[in-house]
């Protein structure tokens, strides 16, 4: 294929591949129409939050909230981002839920990302998304309430920040089900949604293991018709992990998605950030490393060695091959969702078989 001869392209404004970005364009952001059951009427500072017609849905006012979190107690963060604090909390009938506050200071520039957010989480019911059980927007708060994720970020998994290291297996199975996820946000929801954010800090492992993607503050509904393959919007994401044709096109399509799930799943494998600055100057830009070590045929060394088990070198070969192919510079080279989920499945078999063999 003739991307592969070509090294991927990488844009890189900064070292910190954690931090997302926003690029200006020749488009605003879609505005959002309010309807009453995203903008609470004449909301106050004890506005109640509208009721999510979801199984386990719940209904609170700022106070209840209050209560529940502690008062917004540092000892029960368990996250931090651009929108602001993530809070574990626990409500009268047992019930554990998340619950993210956005930080004042930021309100104005982050009203588009909680719109969209509750926006797409509303629409969208799938076992490996994060699931929206309430919001509240008031004058002086913006809280989204989530289902809670027990098992912590797969970036801290892969960081070695949890008891055990995930082993290859396990990451196969997160990898699967981040494809699903994204194939049903592509093809299968109610509109295309494209997520634009993709990466190891927003992907939830429960206590089995299973992904869940969250953060869709930055998620774009897709077109609605075939023939429009793209929007003009203004670039969102976060380094390392930007499709480097959206970036200079400011056209963005479920591709953009495709690009970020190549990257992540390097990572997955690597156990390496996208961007590695105290690494030797071959090996900062992992997607880069990856690729030429693949095109050398040196695939078990990219393997992370915390996962202290031999894995077949075709299988190796296949896997690195598939986020390559989603991670190539040229749109038009990457596979869709759909035929990488289907891929992963396979390559699955793949192993299973030669666990099998070799026992």
């Known amino acids: ?25 020749d488009k605003m952001p879609e505005k959002i129409t309010a309807r009453p059951y995203l903008v609470p009427p ?3 500072r004890f506005a109640v939050s509208p009721q999510i017609r979801r199984l386990n849905s719940v209904h609170m006012d700022l106070s209840q909230v209050a ?26 009938d047992g019930q554990f839920v998340a619950i993210k506050r956005a930080k004042k200071e930021h309100f104005e520039s982050l009203n588009p990302e909680f719109r969209s957010e509750v926006k797409v989480l509303a629409r969208i019911e799938h076992r490996n998304l994060v699931k929206l059980l309430g919001y509240i927007e008031s004058e002086d708060e913006r809280i989204i309430i989530t289902e809670y994720v027990p098992n912590g970020s797969l970036r801290k998994h892969l960081n070695g920040q949890r008891d055990r290291i995930l082993d290859f297996n396990q990451r196969l199975e997160i990898s699967i089900d981040v494809a699903h996820a994204l194939t049903y946000l592509h093809l ?8 634009r954010d993709v990466k190891s800090s927003n992907i939830l492992l429960t206590e089995r293991y299973r992904a869940k993607v969250t953060d869709f503050g930055f998620a774009r509904l897709g077109p609605v018709d075939a023939e429009n393959t793209h929007t003009s919007t203004k670039v ?13 096109t400011f056209k963005l399509t479920p591709k953009s998605d495709v690009y970020s799930f190549g990257v992540l799943l390097i990572e997955i494998l690597t156990g390496r950030r996208p961007v590695e600055p105290k690494r030797p100057p071959g090996e900062r830009v992992t997607l880069i490393w990856a690729f030429e070590n693949y095109v050398e045929g040196s695939v078990t060394m990219l393997v992370d060695p915390r996962m202290q088990e031999t894995i077949d070198a075709s299988v190796l070969h296949k896997i690195f091959g598939l986020a390559i192919r989603c991670a190539a510079p040229v749109r038009a080279d990457r596979p869709d969702m759909k035929s990488v ?12 078989k030669t666990v099998t063999e070799a026992s």
């Open 67 to 92: 209560k529940a979190t502690n008062n917004f107690s540092r000892s029960l963060a368990v996250g931090e981002g651009g929108f602001g604090t993530v809070y574990r909390a626990q409500l009268p």
């Open 341 to 352: 989920a289907e891929r992963l499945w396979a390559i699955r078999m793949d192993y299973l």
């Open 188 to 195: 299968f929801a109610e509109k295309q949604i494209i997520h």
């Open 1 to 25: 294929m003739n991307y592969m001869h070509q090294l991927p392209y990488v844009f890189l404004l900064s070292e910190d591949s954690a931090s997302s970005v926003e690029m200006g364009s």
């Open 236 to 248: 969102k994401g976060t380094m390392g992990y930007l499709d480097p044709e959206y970036m200079r």
């Open 42 to 44: 004449s909301p106050s």
